[in-house]
């Protein structure tokens, strides 16, 4: 089975603060992504990568950036914590190829103060 | 770019009743539909997909449907169990080298013993 990884559920910063979160996956995936899951707004990507340190912009990448140093590594930064950017992170990877399911991880609830 | 429409964004329904959640695509080139599944406190998973080159695809309790020509597809769940309450996610792609779905805003379907 896939497993995906994320490195917290759940995460408390102050405003102002630089971010960390990171997905880690299992099965030399390709493709990974960063989204932001809010009621009633579904999942809005953030960033995705087709490759170790390839990325492209989503529809809402204002606020954050990313690195993907290692193919299984994909990490989402927030260089300035602010209280709209409290929401539901999703990490996903995907093959390579088209068609392919995308394997999420557990999720990070981020809460910025 | 693509744009999915998805309703209603809740559904209730009795304890073995028919559930029915719609979408609609705007790129005719979109051509692979995946449903998912995120029940409460958990990721998103995939249940059921289907391509342009089929109109219908069935799995147990599961079914969807896709109309090229009006753009839209539907997920129909028949006999529902409280274990199918959960938020169902529709999106559409286009093949390719890298699966970018977009996804729509969620439907929360609450199954009523």
């Known amino acids: 089975d896939v497993k995906v990884t994320q490195s917290s559920r759940y995460l408390v910063k102050r405003t102002g603060e630089k971010v960390f979160l990171e997905c880690v996956q299992d099965?030399?995936?390709?493709?990974m992504f960063w989204y932001r899951q809010d009621p009633g707004l579904g999942l809005r990507l953030i960033y995705f990568s087709y490759d170790v340190k390839m990325k492209e912009k989503g529809d809402i990448p204002e606020g954050y950036s990313v690195s993907r140093e290692k193919k299984e590594r994909f990490s989402l930064i927030l260089e300035s914590a602010s209280t709209n950017q409290t929401s539901m992170y999703l990490c996903?990877?995907?093959?390579?190829?088209?068609?392919?399911?995308?394997?999420f991880g557990p999720g990070t609830r981020l809460t910025v103060l | 770019g693509e744009n999915v429409e998805q309703h209603p964004s809740t559904l209730s329904v009795q304890e073995g009743d028919s559930a029915v959640i719609k979408c609609t695509y705007s790129d005719s080139a979109s051509n692979y539909f995946p449903w998912y599944k995120q029940e409460l406190g958990k990721r998103p998973q995939l249940i059921i997909d289907?391509?342009?080159?089929?109109g219908e695809k069935k799995d147990q309790r599961i079914a969807v449907t896709l109309n090229k020509t009006a753009k839209h597809f539907s997920l129909h769940i028949t006999e529902t169990q409280p274990e199918d309450s959960a938020v169902y996610f529709c999106?559409?792609?286009?093949?390719?080298?890298?699966?970018?779905?977009?996804f729509g805003r969620g439907t929360s379907l609450i199954v009523h013993p």
């Open positions: 289907i391509r342009s080159n089929v």
């Open positions: 099965m030399d995936h390709e493709n």
């Open positions: 999106a559409a792609s286009i093949s390719g080298g890298s699966y970018i779905p977009t």
């Open positions: 996903a990877s995907s093959l390579l190829i088209k068609d392919n399911e995308q394997f």
